[in-house]
């Protein structure tokens, strides 16, 4: 009995390991292939690669960098594609999609293909124009430092003073220039993720807590004139915080 008892135990222990060297494969492959398809997009969307782009700081580098961007062909594959976001000074430079809820790009790439590295996203109240007063775009915090974990670079305040500029190529080939001005580890339900800001009182609202919550001084005070986008991804495995930037709109460049 106690002989049949060991082989249960080893039965289990190997069925466990079986499970486990499964779900770590599958990452595995979620990750080569992510990265494939990514590479394809900037292909297919006519771009430079962003890693060498360190340079990138002017409107004439932001100009030239976007100056063959083809978002048309990239919508040939998936309609729901609505632009590209490029961060000078980090790795993230990919295609940006919109579907009728905030979870569907948490597990498919921008081609529709399910991969739990997912693509970044606007969130499904917002327009997909950025036209809102406050843009908001999520984004994994992957393990092979891609998708959106260079924003925990933003912690720092050099990365701010060398790389301050978020950039997004809309469906009307316009630049969109942001300048960083908060970032922090904040509330995955705070103001940071309001939508639909109309009044002028709740727009102070939202400059006041995204300023009140910075990790550091950038000396940049937005006004509610202004319009905003707002980057969120994960800290850790807890999801109990998030790692937001926010930038607000410093230059419209026509492509």
Known sequence: MKKYGRYVILLICIVVF???????????KDYVVGRSDYKDATEIANLPDISDQDKLSSSEDFSKFFK?????????KNKEVSGWICIPGTNISYPICQHKDNSY??????NKEINYVGTPFIDYRCNNDFTDYNTI????????????????????????KDYPHILI????????????????????????????????????EFIEY???????????????????????????????YRMIVHGVLEETIKN
């Open 105 to 110: 790009y948490l597990t498919h790439t921008y």
């Open 18 to 28: 079986l499970i486990s060297f499964y779900k770590v494969a599958i990452h595995v």
């Open 68 to 76: 063959d961007c083809d978002i048309t062909s990239l919508q040939k």
């Open 137 to 160: 775009i999520y984004a994994h915090r992957m393990k092979d430092k891609t998708m959106f974990s260079a924003l925990h670079s933003y912690r720092e305040k050099k990365q701010w």
């Open 169 to 204: 190529y809309t469906l009307d080939k316009e630049i969109l220039v942001y300048k960083i001005y908060s970032a922090f580890k904040g509330d995955p339900d705070g103001i940071s993720y309001s939508s639909n800001i109309s009044s002028e009182d709740d727009k102070k």
């Open 210 to 240: 995204t300023l009140a919550n910075a990790e550091y001084n950038t000396d940049i005070t937005p006004t509610t004139k202004d319009s905003f986008i707002t980057l969120s991804t994960c800290i850790d495995s807890k999801h109990e």
